[in-house]
């Protein structure tokens, strides 16, 4: 299997219960934060040295502002764990449905490893990964657009140089998300495999013990285990 799948199914995770809304909520939140922090440094740096700001009111406001912040971080970091639960249990919901209600020719013709990969990790990348690393990429991308606006608005000369740094960035991006893909749809495949193997190994025992056939089973999950641990050495 290969190709780029594009932004289709994160818009599809965003699309169970009310993503789109946590989303957006956690963006707004995450930026509002940023503005507060940028607020913060700027209104300590101008407030230092400035003879018409005295002390106590130059710490009142920054620790103001700094409430302020820490409460939209707080917004953020509720409205992700919100988006993971919703969108983690309509998409288990409409599993479940779907194998409950599938033909017995799904369950001949689909191997028991595949399907248990799927209801297993790949189950546990949509609850714990997705929504985190769909902040992640948010926020880093909002940081990165703050720090740059605030070091071109104080030394406008570094826009020539921010140039050819962000599109070596996307060249490596580029470059990472292929080798990325290739080695998680290895990991995908491999994975499938020894859970297979385990669940045949499990129903099969007693036939396996009355052949004495333990050591070739044994060694057979090891060097599917192995196979399936390659891409990540």
Known sequence: ETGDTGLRPYLLYLNQNKGYLYFSIASLAH??????????????????????VSTPKLIVVYLIIGLCSTFFLLVRSLAAVTLGMESSKSLFTQLLNSLFRAPMSFYDSTPIGRILSRVSSDLSIVDLDVPFSLLLAVGATTNACANLVVLAAITWQVVFVSIPVIYLALRLQRYYFATAKALMRINGTTKSLVA??????????????????????????????????SPFF
């Open 196 to 229: 297979n193997h385990l669940a045949e190994s499990v129903a099969g025992a007693m036939v396996i013990r009355a052949f004495e056939e333990e050591d070739r089973f044994f060694a057979k999950n090891l060097d599917l285990t192995d196979t399936n641990a």
């Open 31 to 52: 930026l509002t934060f940023v503005i507060g922090q940028v607020s913060q440094n700027t209104w300590m740096a101008s407030g230092v040295d400035n003879a018409l």
